[in-house]
Nanobody
């Protein structure tokens, strides 16, 4: 069973950059897709983007250009980078893996952007 651990959240000042990590318990090439989502209080979970085994990335149209997803296969870790955080980016950020048709979610990491 795949296990995921997100990290890198916390309190960040608006305008600063933020990088979140999603460490997987299995090798990245064995995973179909790794996705990032976020959920703000009172709102539904929102898709941010994903990265395929071939390294292609896809993003929600409204968030294109704000986030960058990358990976380090040697560390079996996927990253989410936000270079210019805004208060409205405050949310719990989750990664999700699809492997052999099964979905696994991480526990989430809280991100709070202060003004």
């Amino acid at each position: 069973q795949v296990q995921l651990v997100e990290s890198g959240g916390g309190l960040v000042q608006a305008g600063r950059s933020l990088t979140l990590s999603c460490a997987t318990s299995v090798s990245l090439p064995s995973v179909n897709v790794v996705s990032w989502y976020r959920q703000a209080p009172g709102r539904s979970r929102e898709f941010i983007g994903n990265i395929t085994p071939g390294g292609s990335t896809n993003y929600k149209d409204s968030l294109k250009g704000r986030f960058t997803i990358s990976r380090d296969s040697a560390k079996d870790t996927v990253y989410l980078h936000l270079p210019n955080a805004r208060p409205e980016d405050s949310a719990i950020y989750y990664c999700k893996v699809i492997k052999d048709g099964e979905e696994t979610w991480g526990q989430g990491t809280q991100v709070t952007i202060s003004t």
